[in-house]
């Protein structure tokens, strides 16, 4: 009996570090286990106590362990990384990259514009004389047709601008291209309209009080000048046919005369011509040489223009730009300051002028004057 007790003992003790152990593993705490077990008496199988133990251990912890651990680490990671990357970095690139269009606008902008000179060429007059026919059919134009009301800067509308009587031909003035040497420099200013042509007629009228003006070209600078307060000339814009060099011109009107004749299709003004000295204090103008190229300038109508050398002596006239007859004025800018000029002869030009007053045949003799496209500044008296 004794040795069957001792045996039971054992086994209970064996079964009972057997549960401990398994209780371990399982994080069960065993404290109220042991309690209960000695109590007991030894004939009743315990048995049935390690079988219920180990079927609630697996049921418990796994859960807890399985649930906690996956979810929290994969849902934060990835959801910051990729949402802030993307959007900061092309939102802010784009916006930079048009700033350069600002410096193209800017250029063209910048650009100087032309002088108020560049809208009207350099004249070469020649002295024109009519033909005793064509002289007598100017003259025997109606009165009405020959007498042109005039306003100018000179004459302003506000004081009644001027009423002249065209007498006879003076000038007749084609483009001419003027080389100007200054050192080793050659400056070339061209051609820009060679169908617009000048005829001159001079005015009835005497000399009056002075203005002063300072007068400035791209050939001779500023030059102080006194004008003449009545114009001498008005040089109305014409076309020219060439007939051909002959000293007996036989050429004869052949269209209408007066207001209705069909005027140039030009841009070019008429411009009255105000006699002009050198101001009083002024420096002598000094005396240059130019070489010009111009249709006339040739020894037959066959051949190409020549160039000629000619002398700058001293200034004559200022061209103003003129409202005739309530035409208007194309530019009030551009004036023509004219200078006397010493020229070599050339065979004499037989031509038929066409204008507002009609067509006129002339002969073209010798080159008087160089009309220079320039600007004017009135000095306050």
Do not use: W
Not at 293 to 300: A, D, H, T
């Amino acid at each position: 009996m004794a040795g069957t007790e001792s045996l039971i003992r054992r086994l209970l003790v064996l079964v009972l570090a057997i549960g401990l152990a398994s209780a371990a593993q399982a994080g069960v705490m065993p404290s109220d286990t042991p309690t209960a077990t000695p109590t007991a008496s030894p004939t009743l199988a315990v048995t049935p106590t390690p079988t219920a133990t180990p079927s609630a251990t697996p049921t418990v912890n796994p859960s807890a362990t399985a649930t906690a651990t996956p979810t929290a680490t994969p849902t934060t990671t990835p959801t910051e990384t990729p949402t802030t990357t993307p959007t900061v970095t092309p939102s802010g690139t784009p916006t930079a990259v048009p700033t350069p269009t600002s410096t193209p606008t800017a250029t063209p902008t910048a650009t100087p514009p032309p002088p108020p000179t560049a809208f009207i060429d350099h004249f070469l007059c020649y002295d024109a004389k009519p033909t005793r026919r064509a002289e007598n059919q100017f003259k025997n134009l109606d009165q009405s047709d020959r007498v042109v009301d005039t306003v100018n800067q000179f004459q302003p509308e506000e004081q009644g601008g001027r009423t002249v009587e065209l007498r006879r031909t003076k000038y007749f003035c084609s483009p001419a291209e003027v080389t100007q040497v200054v050192g080793n420099t050659a400056t070339v200013y061209p051609i820009n309209d060679p169908a617009a042509n000048l005829t001159c007629y001079t005015t009835r009228g005497r000399p009056s009080t002075r203005l002063q003006v300072i007068s400035e070209d791209q050939l001779f600078g500023e030059q102080p000048l006194d004008v003449q307060n009545q114009s001498t000339q008005l040089c109305t814009p014409s076309l020219v046919e060439v007939v051909g060099p002959t000293a007996t011109p036989t050429a004869t009107p052949t269209g209408s005369a007066g207001p209705t004749a069909t005027p140039p299709a030009s841009t070019l003004d008429h411009f009255e011509q105000y006699r002009v000295r050198k101001s009083r204090g002024a420096p002598r103008f000094a005396r240059s040489e130019l070489t010009l190229r111009s249709q006339f300038l040739k020894e037959k109508p066959e051949d190409e223009f020549l160039k000629v050398t000619v002398k700058v002596t001293r200034q004559f006239s200022l061209g103003v730009p003129t409202d005739k007859n309530d035409e208007g004025v194309n530019f009030l800018l551009p004036h023509l300051t004219c200078y006397n000029i010493s020229a070599p002869r050339f065979p004499i030009q037989d031509v038929i002028v066409k204008n507002q007053f009609g067509e006129f045949p002339l002969t073209l003799r010798r080159p008087k004057l160089l009309c220079v496209p320039s600007t004017k500044e009135l000095v306050a008296p």
